[in-house]
């Protein structure tokens, strides 16, 4: 079993950058990769981006080229840096495993003027 802590969130200005981070542990040799979810107030977790175990990475639509997924493979860390944030980026972001286990508690992204 894995579990994860998510941290790094808060309340930003549009435009402005934020990085999240997610402290996995557990069995991690189990799994293929690492990705980050999100979900909007009154709306389902939505994906945002994997990594690979190799690094290779895939990203949602609406988050490509403002949103890096990032791993330290010693650290069982995994990182999501976003740049450029917007309104509708405003979520609970929760980090998880491929394949997926529990979910953690995730951290709040607020982005509004």
């Known amino acids: 079993q894995v579990q994860f802590v998510e941290s790094g969130g808060g309340s930003v200005q549009p435009g402005r950058s934020l990085k999240l981070s997610c402290a996995a542990s557990g069995n991690i040799a189990s799994v293929n990769g690492m990705a980050w979810y999100r979900q909007a107030p009154g709306d389902q977790r939505l994906w945002v981006a994997t990594i690979s175990n190799s690094g290779r990475t895939w990203y949602g639509d609406s988050v490509k080229g403002r949103f890096t997924i990032s791993r330290d493979n010693t650290t069982n860390l995994v990182y999501l840096q976003m740049n450029n944030l917007r309104p509708g980026d405003t979520a609970i972001y929760y980090c998880?495993?491929?394949?997926?286990?529990?979910w953690g508690q995730g951290t709040q992204v607020t982005v509004s003027s």
């Open positions: 998880n495993s491929v394949p997926s286990a529990s």
